[in-house]
């Protein structure tokens, strides 16, 4: 199919998570530089509005409640009033579930890309395949979602706008010592199967406090797990747990020498605001979700099972066989190399 001409407005439909919402970074900076007259809205889910804020390539937010005040028809409604009085030209739908091309069809825009997937085809004028035959990382996939418009590129860094504003709030909750390098810590992920050991965590917090300031981040969820790690490490990390928000926690990771992460959100931020990662995985592909920064550095453990899309397991291996002096290695070596104290 021939490159949709005369775009003066695009409109992207991302309903995922964090992770996503950063790792299609790139399809939407090709859709930039394939339209750089276009207006790019983004409609996202209210958790990953400030993410999607975040985006340098993005000029305004629009938040579609899906779980929540648009679930009715009357909202939902209205809503759709709103994306039609931007008269889009075009609409890209960047996931599987059939919604997001519904709504790019209830957008009114004249050209609609998305998947194939759950029967959306009838509802799009452009139509990617969603046959995954190579493992790819997201980044590509999404990219090769944009070839039925012709726009190929192989710039795949991830960017992320920091908020000034964020800068003076977070330095009113937290200010790391200019002197000591910072290492974050972000032990659970949204799901229970990708964290690691508490043990694990206590040995590694034990070693690298004797370097580093070291932060254990998380939400509000995890504050009580969060602070019996620092306790049972003797009280050498901050705890952190709900009390930033993503503009502010974007800082706070800029401003970090590196960040440990099982596979969630902050590990993708972190890659976009060019932190150095060591990232623990277990039953996700890190191939697929894994850091790719020149610094990064995934620690994995093959088993048999692996990848693995349970919500359960007996054995855990994965992430039971990672011992803490790996984890101990990498970090020492990533932070013997930093050359920037990253305080500013």
């Not at 899906?66 to 008269?87: M, P, T, V």
């Not at 998947?115 to 790819?136: E, N």
């Not at 890659?271 to 994995?300: C, E, K, M, N, Q």
């Amino acid at each position: 199919m021939k490159k949709p001409v005369e775009v003066q407005k695009i409109l992207v439909i991302n309903l995922a998570f964090i992770g996503d919402i950063l790792l299609s970074t790139p399809a939407i900076r090709a859709l930039k530089a394939a339209y750089p007259e276009a207006a790019i809205h983004m409609l996202v889910v209210p958790a990953t509005a400030p993410v999607a804020r975040g985006n340098p390539f993005v000029d305004q937010v629009i938040v579609y409640d899906k779980r929540g005040k648009d679930r009715n028809l009357a909202s939902l409604w209205q809503l759709i009033r709103r994306l039609r009085a931007e008269h889009y030209d075009l609409a890209v739908a960047m996931n599987f579930a059939l919604r997001g091309s519904l709504l790019a069809w209830a957008s009114g825009a004249r050209f609609r890309l998305g998947y194939d997937a759950q029967h959306a085809a009838p509802f799009l004028t452009h139509v990617a395949s969603s046959s995954r035959i190579a493992v790819k990382h997201e980044t590509e996939n999404y990219l090769a979602m944009l070839k039925p418009l012709g726009i190929e590129t192989g710039d795949l860094a991830l960017a992320f706008r920091l908020d000034p504003a964020a800068v003076k709030t977070l330095d009113d909750k937290f200010k790391p010592d200019p002197g000591r390098q910072l290492v974050l810590i972000c032990p659970f992920g949204r799901h229970p199967l990708n964290s690691w050991t508490s043990a694990g965590y206590i040995e590694v917090l034990r070693r690298l406090a004797a370097v580093a300031d070291c932060v254990l981040i998380g939400g509000e969820a995890e504050k009580e797990r969060l602070e019996e790690i620092s306790a049972a490490a003797e009280g050498k990390a901050k705890v952190l747990a709900g009390v930033l928000s993503i503009a502010e926690l974007a800082v706070l990771i800029a401003r970090a020498n590196l960040l440990i992460s099982v596979d969630t959100g902050p590990l993708h931020l972190a890659g976009a605001v060019g932190t150095p990662v060591v990232g623990l995985f277990g039953r996700s592909d890190y191939r697929i979700w894994g850091p790719r920064g020149p610094r990064d550095f995934v620690l994995h453990h093959k088993q048999d099972c692996w990848p693995c899309y349970k919500r359960e397991c007996e054995h855990h291996r994965c992430m039971a066989n990672l011992e803490a002096q790996e984890v101990i290695e990498v970090a020492l070596k990533i932070l013997s190399t930093s050359q920037d104290s990253k305080r500013g």
